[in-house]
């Protein structure tokens, strides 16, 4: 797929903001007045900035609004409703720390799981689509998840919940690297079922569809080194996970925090790279691509 930078600036940042948000509604830091101003900014920006930036790889951004009238099918429909209900709720539970110094915790539990299905939701939007087979598996909404609250733990300043946050996230991390790589070869996709000319003899192609290109292959097809990925893969797996363990481990401070947060905001950026360079439309079959 087409890695457009719009769409990871979107993963990333509206991950970490959510995932503060999560962590700020559970009361994780306790605080009230300027500095909870200050955390519920830093969400804020995160998370709306994201999803603006979403707007950008739409052809008609104007259009955006109506994605919300499709929520029983679709799960971008799904993704603007719960994100608008979480700013919201999380609004007022912000309002009661930064000017009342009150905390209500009803409140801030309903902003923290509507949060949650934030990403959750955004997670779906790649996870249901069967023609993409490295997304189409369970661990896709356990990546975005596990990443989004690890940036939010570590946006937080929660640094025992970071450093457990950081070893699951790497391993769900690597384990979906190794599931995806087989994923398409496991899926049974072929020419022949890709193109719906499933016959007893193997299908092929008789010549290019042809010979300019076009959306498709603009937008669906997109092809990585294997020695590229690897590298990628380390360098994404060094900046979001092995980095920002060591930070932790050296000292703690708002420097280190800040740091670590940086450096796995880094990490996760090339590894949503990745996700996006890596998905192997299966449409890539009927141009030769696979």
Not at 31 to 54: H, R
Not at 69 to 74: E, I, L, N, V
Not at 188 to 202: D, E, N, Q, S, V
Not at 242 to 253: E, H, K, N, Q, S
Request: with cysteine.
């Amino acid at each position: 797929m087409n890695p457009a930078p719009s769409v990871i600036i979107f993963t990333t940042l509206s991950g970490a903001g959510f995932g503060l948000l999560v962590w700020l509604g559970l009361g994780l830091p306790g605080v009230t007045g300027l500095t909870a101003f200050g955390f519920f900014a830093i969400a804020y920006l995160l998370a709306v900035g994201g999803l603006l930036a979403s707007t950008f790889h739409l052809g008609r951004p104007e259009r955006a609004i109506r994605a919300f009238t499709q929520w029983r099918t679709s799960w971008l429909s799904r993704e603007g409703w719960t994100s608008v209900i979480a700013l919201i709720l999380m609004a007022g539970y912000g309002a009661g720390l930064v000017f009342l110094g009150t905390r209500w915790t009803a409140l801030g539990l309903a902003g923290a799981a509507m949060s949650v299905a934030v990403v959750f939701t955004t997670s779906m939007i790649y996870a249901q689509l069967r023609t993409v087979p490295r997304w189409n598996m369970a661990l896709t909404p356990v990546m975005f998840l596990t990443l989004s609250l690890t940036g939010g733990a570590l946006l937080a300043g929660q640094m025992a919940a970071a450093k457990a946050l950081l070893l699951l996230s790497g391993i769900v991390q690597i384990a979906y690297w190794k599931l995806g790589d087989r994923a398409l070869a496991g899926s049974g996709t072929t020419l022949a079922t890709a193109t719906g000319l499933g016959a007893p003899r193997a299908v092929r192609a008789f010549e290019p569809p042809h010979t300019g290109t076009n959306y498709l292959l603009e937008e669906f097809v997109h092809v990585v080194g294997r020695r590229h990925a690897l590298k990628l893969r380390a360098i994404a797996l060094t900046l979001a996970v092995v980095l920002p363990l060591v930070l932790l481990m050296l000292g703690a401070g708002h420097l280190v925090a800040a740091l670590a947060a940086l450096c796995h905001l880094a990490g996760v950026a090339v590894s949503r790279w990745l996700f996006f360079a890596q998905a192997e439309h299966v449409v890539g079959f009927y141009y030769g691509k696979r």
